[in-house]
């Protein structure tokens, strides 16, 4: 079975760096084929995908916030880190990570998101 | 980046309506598409990928179709547990994007 928990503060003062971790178990993130990525939720408002990490190191970022993003996997802990620097309180939200399913087909393998964790709030304050 | 435009953003049905959500690319995608369902308060929950494909799980009243630019979510027969918002979500390139979401509540 596959479980993921996000964890880190709820509250961050602008401009400064949020580190959220994601712990997963069910899943090897050394295994081919397997990924990790973070989604956020603003109150009130639809789902936006922020970064995606691949079993080979592999990494994709939002263009819009990429300058902020970094992810990071450590395997031997089955955690992945995303860090998001000068946060302001736009970035207020609801932060999920998700395990990547995956499935082949004529254009090669194709990465869905099919397990998620239940979420961490973070809120942006002075 | 590939825009999604989702609609409604609000449905009233009845238990037991047959229902539809709409979401519709500015680009083709092929069949990369997924939907999600979300309850308030909670993670959104995979429903189907593969723009037809239901995830294991998920009731057979969810059913999926489209391709290219045009999808389709389809709730045969809704039941109390089903209303909550609905997200599409393409994933045939990056960044990955969702829909607005569609909130189907009680009539």
């Known amino acids: 079975q596959i479980t993921l928990k996000e964890s880190g503060p709820t509250l961050v003062k602008p401009t400064q760096t949020l580190t959220l971790t994601c712990t997963f178990s069910g899943f090897s993130l050394s295994t081919s084929g397997v990924g990790v990525g973070w989604i956020r939720q603003p109150p009130g408002k639809a789902l936006e995908w922020l970064a995606l990490i691949y079993w080979d190191d592999d990494k994709r970022y939002s263009p819009s916030l990429k300058s902020r993003l970094t992810i990071t996997k450590d395997t031997s802990k089955n955690q992945v880190v995303l860090t998001m620097t000068n946060m302001d309180p736009v970035d207020t939200a609801t932060y999920y990570c998700a395990h990547t399913g995956y499935y082949y087909d004529s254009s090669g393998y194709r990465y869905y998101m099919d397990v998620w964790g239940k979420g961490t709030t973070v809120t942006v304050s002075s | 980046v590939i825009w999604m435009t989702q609609s409604p953003s609000l449905l009233s049905a009845s238990t037991g309506d047959r229902v539809t959500i709409s979401c519709r690319m500015s680009q083709g995608i092929s069949s990369y598409l997924a939907w999600y369902q979300q309850k308030p308060g909670k993670a959104p929950e995979l429903l189907i990928y593969a723009a037809s494909t239901l995830q294991s799980g998920v009731p057979s009243r969810f059913s999926g179709s489209g391709s290219g630019t045009d999808f389709t979510l389809t709730i045969s027969c809704l039941q109390s547990e089903d209303f909550a918002t609905y997200y599409c979500?393409?994933?045939?390139?990056?960044?990955?994007?969702f829909g607005q979401g569609t909130k189907v509540e009680i009539k």
């Open positions: 979500q393409q994933y045939y390139s990056f960044p990955w994007t």
